[in-house]
Structures are given as C-alpha cells and as structure tokens.
C-alpha cells in the first residue's frame, strides 16, 4: 500500500481540474460509527462557485444510504499505485466488509463534514448535499464542495479511466493549448 | 480537416466506453434551420439501460436555447485530430458564427432525431432529453441516448480530456484488469 499523501488546502473553485478530465474517484461516507468507500466513475462538475458537483449513486450501493442519511460524503482521488484497491473497493459490499480496515486504507478527519478523508489518494473534496431532486429517480446527488485537499506535487498525478469491462484508460500526455483560447475563458 | 469517419451501428447501453474516462465531446443541435455546436467537458453517465446521459449546458451558451426548445441533441466524440477545432468551437458563440460552415465539418443527418452527427467524429450518440427536473436550477438536462454510431476502430481513439486553464490531458496506456473483476460486473 502506498504511504498517505501529505495535502494542502485547495481553492474549491478549482476541483475541476482533477474532476473534469473523468478519474475513477474513490467516495467515503460515515453514519455514526459506520463508515464506508465506493468506487465510482460517473461525476459531473457542475459549476466552480459555488463549486457543485454530481455524483450518480445507485440505491443498490451501500453507500447511497450513508450518503442519502447524513447529506455528506468524500471525493478522493486515487492515482494508479491504488489501481488494484479501486477495484477491490468496487467489488466488494460494505454491508459485508469494513473497506477501510480491509483494504488497509487510513481514515482521516475532515475539517467540514463527519465523512473521513482517505489518507493515501492524491485529493479529497469534502462535500455536502446542496439538492436532492433528482436522488429518487436517477440516483443523481448534487453535492457542494465545501473543503478542497490536494497533494502539491505532482501537478499531473496519474489517475485511472474506466472504460467498462475491466479495461482502464490511464491518464497520458499533457499539452498546453493556453495561446489558443481568450483570456477569459482561462483561469 | 480529417475525413469523414465511417460509423457503425453501436448498442446504445454501451456508451459508457466512450463518456465515463471524461472526453471532452461536441454536441450537435438544430432548431429549425439553425445549428450549433458546443464543446462540453461536464457529462456523466446515468444508468446503461435506459441509457441515459447527464450534460451540463449553461443557460448562457447559445446551445442550451436550441436544445432546451428542441428536447434533442447529438454527442459526437473528438479525436486528438480534431484538438484546434475543439478549442475553436469553445471559444466562439453560435449566435455569431455557423460553426459547421466555420469549421468546416460534414453536418450528416441523424436516424431519429433532427440534430446532426459530425462526420468527422469517431462516435455520434443522438439524445432526447428525458428529464429537465435540473434544467432550471443547474442547467442539467438528463438525455436518452437513443441511437448510437461508431468507427469499429481504433478501439481506444485518442481522446481529449480538458483540466480547465488550456490544459488538456491526452488519453494514454490502455490496461486489462479483467481478471481481478468478479464475472457479474463485466458485460
């Protein structure tokens, strides 16, 4: 397992940039004692202040009850030294396993919400519920990001695309297009 | 400009292959003789089947007065081929410009809903809109994916994958993890 990844506070205006290009995310959530993580990779940034972001949670999912109860969750980022812990995580069942005990991952607190952070991802986003029309029939939270963690370094972690089937896209090369686009439409 | 990419037809419960590792995508739309095209990096997953696709399209793009009128639209999938006319396409306003004449693109008809396919796309997935609960609030249209299209190869194309500021990501190394999956969550 790798070690934790020392965090700092990030502009919560930003997640976009570790959110938007499509990562598998790992989500942790607490009721009472009970805490649990699921594997997810169907999220929509849906605007940068207030910093809102979607997270399509079936109600067969443990986690969709622990999240529906306590209106909060984590949205970690994993990099590709978890690649084999995503996939545990996704298929295993909280109603039968403590994931973090199991997978040897470190529960930290969170400054904002009862919902720990996972110590060893690259980023955690501390959310809570901002609307819930659409949980009953599609299973679709819209979260607000309240408190952004991020490792400094590397800029461009390597993160994991899921592609269905167990097939994985693993993040590749960066380019810079900035000279491209009007001023105002960077940030 | 690239050709025109021939398609085939692609089962609509399959488009996650294409949208969860988080491309950016053009997305078609006509209300009467007028079209637009707009770049979108915000879309989730919803469920297979019915296939349905979540985009966030803000009440200030011209595209959303098009669709939200029409309740139809067509995702198209870019290659790295298509990278400038991307950015392009992002940073010009259909109230201002005929963008397919603009950036000259093969405006092709659909097989079930008004909006066009872009011929130089690698994919095309022509949507009707299923639900607008979210549309007021956020500007979040939940679509059918009703018909699918798509090149029978390159398996993977080489997608964009934007982190906001004129960064884009660039898809890399496809990896096989089939065999740590339990059978029920392959398809």
């Known amino acids: ?8 506070d990030f502009p919560v205006s930003r997640v976009r940039r570790f959110l938007e290009p499509g990562p598998v995310v790992l989500v942790s959530s607490r009721r009472g004692e009970e805490t649990d993580i699921m594997t997810l990779g169907w999220h929509v ?6 910093s809102h972001v979607g997270l399509m ?16 969750c984590v949205i970690n980022l994993p990099t590709t030294a978890l690649t084999d812990t995503v996939i545990g995580i996704g298929n295993t069942s909280g ?21 720990p952070l996972i110590g ?6 501390e959310c809570r519920l ?32 899921y592609k269905g089937d167990g097939i994985f896209m693993v993040s590749g090369d960066i380019i810079d297009r900035r000279e491209l686009f009007q001023p105002e439409m960077l940030d």
Chains 1, 2 share one sequence.
Not at 45 to 50: G, N, R
Not at 57 to 72: C, F, V, W, Y
């Open 1 to 8: 397992m790798p070690d934790v990844i020392a965090k700092e």
């Open 45 to 50: 940034v849906l605007s940068f202040l207030p």
């Open 57 to 72: 949670i079936s109600a067969g999912n443990h986690s969709h009850s622990l999240i529906r109860d306590t209106g909060e």
């Open 95 to 115: 109603t039968e396993i403590d994931k973090f005990a199991h997978f040897d991952l470190t529960a930290e607190p969170a400054s904002k919400v009862g919902a």
């Open 120 to 125: 060893e991802c690259h980023a955690s986003f």
């Open 130 to 161: 901002a609307d819930e029309a659409l949980v009953g029939r599609h299973g679709f939270f819209v979260f607000e990001v309240v408190k952004a963690h991020a490792a400094p370094s590397p800029e461009h972690p390597e993160t994991l695309h």
